[in-house]
């Protein structure tokens, strides 16, 4: 289906699915393109009409060039000089969905004519959208003080092919647009690594037999947040029929059981915090300069040198999301653990199969299982550390001198991401091998075919073999559910 883009406030998290996931095509509304075309007409009388104007990268210089003002031949020489020259970063590409997402948050600058954009541009970022091509993008080496690293590599190729006039250059390369798409991209991500990791984590509660009472919607409302009752909601529907299915314990489960709708919430606090400034960078006018159009004050409109191509909130927001996985692979930890200890879970120690005469023979243990996990979740915690702003000064000429974060932080949420993948594998296969061990074959319906995934990857261990390579598959097939929804560019995954 068609996005209709008819204002910046179009460019949502959702907007993001449909075409940077999915692949939808899109369509700039005809009565935004007219004012586009009417604001471009007013920056070019604006220019005309003010000898004082000063307009960074229009008739003034940039980057070394700050401060000079231009004469008619510099300002036609700037005009075409095409984005090449700070396209230096190399390495892993961006996935292709992210890229698309940078393409799309592009245009809420130009919507509005804050960008002094044409039409023709806006219609030829379309076509990127549409048509492509879209370069590859490299994550790595983005060492500078807003996008230009990431912009001029994505959008080099579209200036070679048109002729840029006054102003376009900057329409393409100045403000916060990639920065916008990964903190997007790290909410949607998040959105469907949560929904894997309550169904894992129902399947331990079920093979552990804890108490269904820890899980009772009411619980949720007593506690009184919104994301509580989503979590305790959730949690309930997959655990629907858990008491049909064996024969719970009777005596509370332990803190780590207990807590994990609680640990669920703040997951879920902390996505919907992101996805709200998601929302706010995507849809955000962050160019700089900014063109204003005209008002009763200024005829002509007037441009502002802005700092708004550094995106202040996207790091922190993404951060917030790794911490929330390395929370709850410790809970997966937790849990493994408590199954293989028969003390606390009441099942055999290890996890180990009974054979024909009752007794077990100390091989097709599982016990070494946490200890993957405990792996595991040291990598996710050195992933998921604070983001600061920059310290290093790349600047030669002492204006680009702070950093931008948004791409230091991105990376680390993805490993930290693709580590619960590995831990909720793991607990996975220790929760199926406990409902072994107890001959016990249904599970509530709403889990029962993450069950079947389980087994068909790692089957119930009888006898002693090499579990690691089984599981890495199941952790692939959990991460590929994640991006189900992804169907632009299979080559690069995250």
């Known amino acids: 289906m068609t996005v209709i883009l008819a204002s910046r406030f179009d460019i949502t998290p959702e907007a993001v699915l449909a075409v940077a996931w999915k692949g939808e095509p899109v369509t700039i509304d005809g009565a935004a393109l007219s004012r586009i075309a009417t604001?471009?007409?007013?920056f070019l009388r604006y220019l005309d009409a003010d000898p004082n104007a000063s307009v960074y990268g229009v008739n003034q210089g940039h980057g070394e060039m700050i401060g000079r003002t231009l004469d008619e031949e510099d300002r036609q020489h700037l005009a075409r000089l095409k984005p090449l020259a700070a396209a230096v970063a190399f390495g892993e590409p961006y996935p292709h969905r992210v890229t698309r997402a940078m393409v799309l948050a592009r245009l809420a600058n130009l919507l509005g004519g804050h960008g002094m954009a044409t039409p023709r541009l806006v219609e030829a970022l379309v076509g990127m959208l549409n048509?492509?091509?879209?370069?590859?993008?490299?994550?790595?080496?983005?060492?500078?003080?807003?996008?230009?690293?990431v912009l001029y590599t994505l959008f080099a190729a579209l200036s070679e092919r048109l002729e840029l006039q006054a102003?376009?250059?900057g329409a393409l390369i100045n403000g916060s647009p990639a920065a916008a798409a990964v903190l997007a991209d790290a909410v949607l991500t998040a959105e469907r690594r949560i929904a894997v990791a309550e169904e894992v984590l129902a399947l331990a509660i079920v093979a552990f037999n804890a108490p269904a009472e820890h899980y009772e919607t009411v619980l949720g409302e007593l506690l009184g947040g919104e994301h509580d009752r989503r979590a305790f909601a959730r949690l309930a529907t997959l655990l629907d029929g858990m008491t049909d299915c064996g024969a719970p314990r009777a005596y509370q489960a332990p803190v780590s059981y207990r807590i994990v709708p609680h640990v669920l919430a703040q997951a879920h606090a902390t996505i919907g915090f992101a996805r709200e400034?998601?929302?706010?960078?995507?849809?955000?006018?962050?160019?700089?300069?900014?063109?204003?159009?005209?008002?009763?004050?200024?005829?002509?409109?007037?441009c502002l040198s802005t700092g708004s191509f550094h995106n202040s909130v996207a790091a922190p927001a993404i951060d917030g999301i790794a911490g929330a996985w390395a929370d709850l692979y410790l809970i997966c930890l937790r849990l493994c653990a408590g199954l293989m200890n028969g003390r606390v879970s009441g099942l055999p120690d290890f996890l180990l199969a009974r054979r024909s005469?009752?007794?077990t023979d100390g091989h097709g243990a599982v016990g070494y299982l946490p200890m993957a996990i405990a792996g595991f979740l040291e990598e996710a915690r050195?992933?998921?550390?604070?983001?600061?702003?920059?310290?290093?000064?790349?600047?030669?000429?002492?204006?680009?001198?702070?950093?931008?974060?948004?791409?230091?932080?991105w990376p680390k949420c993805l490993a930290a991401g693709q580590s619960l993948d590995s831990a909720l594998a793991v607990l996975s296969?220790?929760?199926?091998?406990?409902?072994h061990v107890q001959n016990r074959e249904r599970v509530p319906n709403r889990i029962a075919e993450l069950l079947s995934l389980v087994r068909s990857r790692v089957p119930p261990v009888e006898g002693d073999r090499v579990l690691g390579p089984e599981?890495?598959?199941?952790?692939?097939?959990?991460?590929?559910?994640?991006?189900?929804?992804?169907?632009?560019?299979?080559?690069?995954?995250?």
């Open 39 to 42: 604001s471009r007409a007013a």
């Open 131 to 149: 048509r492509g091509p879209i370069p590859c993008v490299p994550r790595q080496g983005q060492g500078g003080p807003g996008e230009i690293l």
């Open 167 to 169: 102003g376009e250059r």
């Open 277 to 302: 400034r998601a929302a706010e960078s995507l849809s955000a006018v962050t160019h700089n300069p900014v063109y204003l159009t005209p008002d009763e004050t200024h005829s002509h409109g007037r």
């Open 357 to 359: 005469a009752g007794e």
């Open 382 to 409: 050195a992933a998921a550390t604070r983001t600061f702003i920059p310290a290093a000064d790349a600047s030669v000429f002492g204006q680009d001198d702070v950093g931008a974060p948004a791409f230091l932080a």
């Open 429 to 435: 296969v220790a929760a199926s091998q406990a409902l």
């Open 471 to 494: 599981m890495q598959r199941l952790a692939g097939d959990l991460t590929a559910r994640i991006f189900a929804d992804d169907r632009v560019g299979r080559g690069v995954t995250a």
